[in-house]
Structure formats: C-alpha cells, structure tokens
C-alpha cells in the first residue's frame, strides 16, 4: 500500500519562505506525478503544482508560478514543494499527491480525481 508521508509547514510572516515534504514509501522511478493541492478556510481545494519522477517536468497554477518550486530527491522517494515570497492567501491545508502515470502534463492532472493517493495533509499560515 501506497502511503504518502508530509512533512513542513507552519506559520511564516508574509514575505517569508518554507519548504514542503512528501516522502513516497514506493519507489519513486516508478514513474508517479505527484503533486500538492491546497484548501484555503472557507474555500474549494485547487491545484498548485505537479512534477513527474521520471522526466522531472514541473507545472505550476498561476497562483504559485514564479515564486515556488517543486522538485525531488530520488535517493529518498521524496518530493519537495518551495515557496517564496508567501502571501496571505497561500494559507491553506497543503495535501501531497501522487498517481502512478506515464506523463503528467495532461489538463486532467490539475483534478483531485485523478490522483490516487493522498498524504494526510499540512497546515501553512501566513500572517504578521
């Protein structure tokens, strides 16, 4: 059984940088897309990036580009997700995700659906 595994997160003042974990107990050159959905209080879960652990081909929602970045660190199956520059707005609930794929640039990709594990999610607040 599949389990992802998160770790990070917390409170940062706006402005401010963190990282997020995902450590997949599977092997990742497995070829996965993983990724990280977050849901803001009182709001619908959205997409925020995705990468697959066989090309390393990364994408990002507008709402993050520019100032996040998603990678991976094969030795230990895990998956990383930088923020910069936080806003307010990026408080939310982060959930880790992953689906075993042959390719993840697929539209599809942004929706919760398609993704069959789920990590247990992590908490970022960003305020003064």
Known sequence: ???????????????????LSCANTDDTTNNYCMGWFRQP????????ARMHTGSGDAYYAD???????ISQDNT??????EMNNLKPEDTAMYYCVADRRPYCGAA??????????WGKGTLVTVSP
């Not at 209080?41 to 925020?48: H, S």
């Open 108 to 117: 599809v990709m942004t929706q919760q659906v398609n993704y069959k594990y």
């Open 41 to 48: 209080p009182g709001k619908d879960r959205e997409w925020v």
């Open 1 to 19: 059984q599949v389990r992802l595994m998160q770790s990070g997160g917390g409170s940062v003042p706006p402005g401010g940088s963190l990282k």
């Open 63 to 69: 709402s993050v580009q520019g100032r996040s970045t």
């Open 76 to 81: 230990k199956n895990t998956m990383l997700l």
